[in-house]
């Protein structure tokens, strides 16, 4: 069985530049999530999809990130305009239905320079 | 809000010894229970999760942990540590029940483990 894909793994931007990150989750996985993961830290989730539609984004800073999945399969997460503290690893995870274990892909590691 | 302790950042054991990493939870309802372990450059695994029923789970590479309601811990034990078992591990949870249509699922802050040969 596939897993949780992610692209590109590794991105380097200066600030105030824009980044996309995309997300292929495991074929029939209805929730998907996305969490932000600084350096020391633990994962954050920034927002949590259920099919296409948004089930929890109160921790997403809307002023500079958004993130779809108009198809409810893939998923993009976006941040425009980027600052110095995006810099992180942003993980990409899937599960069957809410509740359900979760399995987590690769991440994409962010530099802002 | 639901919140996921691990109280010790890093934790150092010797090959061959035994390990507990702490995991509280602070929340009155039912939950899911989740650990997961992060090598380096890599993703998060997971060990394993408890949701109902015996409280004693075993998880994938030997690890074990158990769920004690009167104390909102969930700890993760191994009897014998292999330095491959370095890596950093998260305890999770998700909070269950009528009025948490989100079922979030909340990371604590990561213990490092590291393996002394």
């Known amino acids: 069985e596939a897993g949780v894909a992610q692209s590109p793994r590794y991105k380097i931007i200066e600030k105030r530049q824009s980044v996309a990150f995309w997300c292929n989750p495991i074929s029939g996985h209805a929730t998907l999530y996305w969490y932000q993961q600084i350096l020391g830290q633990g994962p954050k989730l920034l927002i949590q999809?259920?099919?296409?539609?948004?089930?929890?984004d109160s921790q997403l800073p809307k002023d500079r990130f958004s993130a779809e999945r108009l198809k409810g399969v893939d998923s993009t997460l976006k941040i425009q305009p980027a600052k110095l503290e995006d810099s992180a690893v942003y993980l990409c995870a899937s599960s069957l239905d809410r509740g359900q274990s979760a399995f987590f892909g690769q991440g994409t590691r962010l530099t802002v320079v | 809000a639901q919140s996921v302790t691990q109280p010790d950042i890093h934790i150092t054991v010797s090959e061959g010894a035994s390990l507990e990493l702490r995991c509280n939870y602070s929340y009155g309802a039912t939950p899911y229970l989740f650990w997961y372990v992060q090598s380096p450059g890599q993703g998060l695994q997971l060990l394993l999760k408890?949701?109902?029923?015996?409280?004693l789970v075993q998880g994938i590479k030997g690890f074990e942990a158990e769920f004690k309601r009167s104390q909102s811990s969930f700890n993760l034990r191994k009897p014998s540590v292999h330095w491959s078992d370095a890596a950093e591990y998260f305890c999770a949870v998700v909070l269950t029940g009528r009025n948490n249509a989100g079922n979030m699922l909340t990371f604590g802050g990561g213990t490092r483990l590291m393996v002394k040969p």
């Open positions: 408890y949701f109902s029923g015996d409280t």
């Open positions: 999809f259920q099919n296409n539609g948004v089930v929890d």
